[in-house]
Nanobody, 116 residues
Framework: QVQLVESGGGLVQAGGSLRLSCACS????????MGWYRQAPGKQRDMVAT???????NYADSVKGRFTISSDSSKNTVYLQMNSLKPEDTAHYYC??????????WGQGTQVAVSS
Protein backbone atom coordinates (compact mmCIF):
# COMPACT_ATOMS: atom_id res chain seq x y z
CA GLN A 1 0.00 0.00 0.00
CA VAL A 2 1.22 3.45 -0.92
CA GLN A 3 1.80 5.93 1.87
CA LEU A 4 1.75 9.67 1.35
CA VAL A 5 3.05 12.44 3.58
CA GLU A 6 2.13 16.05 2.85
CA SER A 7 3.84 19.17 4.09
CA GLY A 8 4.05 22.86 3.33
CA GLY A 9 0.71 24.26 4.38
CA GLY A 10 0.32 27.33 6.52
CA LEU A 11 -1.10 30.81 6.84
CA VAL A 12 -0.36 33.40 4.17
CA GLN A 13 -1.73 36.75 3.13
CA ALA A 14 -3.66 37.16 -0.08
CA GLY A 15 -1.30 37.45 -3.01
CA GLY A 16 1.31 35.31 -1.31
CA SER A 17 2.72 31.91 -2.19
CA LEU A 18 3.05 28.47 -0.66
CA ARG A 19 4.51 25.21 -1.91
CA LEU A 20 2.98 21.93 -0.86
CA SER A 21 4.94 18.69 -1.00
CA CYS A 22 3.67 15.12 -1.13
CA ALA A 23 6.24 12.40 -0.52
CA CYS A 24 5.31 8.95 -1.81
CA SER A 25 6.56 5.72 -0.20
CA UNK A 26 6.98 4.11 -3.62
CA UNK A 27 8.54 5.15 -6.86
CA UNK A 28 6.22 7.54 -8.64
CA UNK A 29 6.96 5.59 -11.80
CA UNK A 30 4.86 2.80 -10.28
CA UNK A 31 1.95 5.20 -9.82
CA UNK A 32 -0.55 6.02 -12.56
CA UNK A 33 -1.11 9.51 -11.31
CA MET A 34 -0.95 11.80 -8.32
CA GLY A 35 -2.44 15.10 -7.45
CA TRP A 36 -4.13 17.40 -5.03
CA TYR A 37 -7.69 17.90 -3.92
CA ARG A 38 -8.96 20.42 -1.41
CA GLN A 39 -11.90 20.66 0.91
CA ALA A 40 -13.19 23.77 2.62
CA PRO A 41 -15.46 23.53 5.68
CA GLY A 42 -18.95 22.50 4.69
CA LYS A 43 -17.99 21.88 1.08
CA GLN A 44 -17.16 18.84 -1.02
CA ARG A 45 -13.65 17.76 -1.85
CA ASP A 46 -12.67 19.21 -5.22
CA MET A 47 -9.84 18.49 -7.61
CA VAL A 48 -7.12 21.13 -7.67
CA ALA A 49 -4.39 19.66 -9.88
CA THR A 50 -3.27 16.26 -11.10
CA UNK A 51 -0.23 14.90 -12.86
CA UNK A 52 0.14 11.64 -14.73
CA UNK A 53 3.13 9.31 -14.56
CA UNK A 54 4.15 10.81 -17.91
CA UNK A 55 4.16 14.26 -16.34
CA UNK A 56 0.99 15.61 -17.95
CA UNK A 57 -0.70 18.15 -15.66
CA ASN A 58 -4.34 19.06 -15.33
CA TYR A 59 -5.78 21.94 -13.35
CA ALA A 60 -9.08 23.12 -12.03
CA ASP A 61 -10.19 26.28 -13.81
CA SER A 62 -10.08 28.21 -10.54
CA VAL A 63 -6.32 27.71 -10.16
CA LYS A 64 -5.10 27.80 -13.76
CA GLY A 65 -2.31 30.31 -14.19
CA ARG A 66 -1.70 30.48 -10.43
CA PHE A 67 -0.85 26.93 -9.36
CA THR A 68 1.74 24.59 -10.82
CA ILE A 69 1.99 20.87 -10.16
CA SER A 70 5.28 19.09 -10.69
CA SER A 71 7.07 15.92 -9.71
CA ASP A 72 10.60 14.91 -8.79
CA SER A 73 11.12 11.22 -9.47
CA SER A 74 14.44 11.20 -7.62
CA LYS A 75 12.59 12.13 -4.43
CA ASN A 76 9.30 10.37 -5.22
CA THR A 77 7.64 13.67 -4.45
CA VAL A 78 4.93 15.75 -6.07
CA TYR A 79 4.75 19.48 -5.49
CA LEU A 80 2.04 22.08 -5.75
CA GLN A 81 3.37 25.60 -6.14
CA MET A 82 0.60 28.04 -5.27
CA ASN A 83 1.04 31.67 -6.25
CA SER A 84 -1.29 34.67 -6.09
CA LEU A 85 -3.24 32.98 -3.34
CA LYS A 86 -6.77 34.15 -2.63
CA PRO A 87 -8.93 33.80 0.48
CA GLU A 88 -11.10 31.35 -1.44
CA ASP A 89 -8.09 29.02 -1.70
CA THR A 90 -8.40 28.43 2.03
CA ALA A 91 -9.00 24.70 2.56
CA HIS A 92 -7.52 21.43 3.71
CA TYR A 93 -5.38 20.14 0.86
CA TYR A 94 -5.09 16.40 0.30
CA CYS A 95 -2.57 14.57 -1.83
CA UNK A 96 -3.66 11.38 -3.54
CA UNK A 97 -2.03 8.61 -5.53
CA UNK A 98 -3.70 6.27 -8.01
CA UNK A 99 -1.80 3.02 -8.39
CA UNK A 100 -1.80 0.67 -11.34
CA UNK A 101 -4.59 -1.41 -9.76
CA UNK A 102 -6.78 1.71 -9.68
CA UNK A 103 -6.55 1.96 -5.90
CA UNK A 104 -6.55 5.45 -4.45
CA UNK A 105 -4.52 6.42 -1.42
CA TRP A 106 -5.03 9.73 0.38
CA GLY A 107 -2.60 11.60 2.55
CA GLN A 108 -3.58 13.09 5.87
CA GLY A 109 -3.86 16.56 4.39
CA THR A 110 -2.34 19.91 5.14
CA GLN A 111 -4.14 23.13 5.99
CA VAL A 112 -3.82 26.24 3.85
CA ALA A 113 -5.28 29.50 5.14
CA VAL A 114 -5.22 32.71 3.13
CA SER A 115 -6.06 35.95 4.90
CA SER A 116 -7.50 38.95 3.10
Amino acid sequence: QVQLVESGGGLVQAGGSLRLSCACSRSIFSINGMGWYRQAPGKQRDMVATITSAGTPNYADSVKGRFTISSDSSKNTVYLQMNSLKPEDTAHYYCYALDRLARITWGQGTQVAVSS
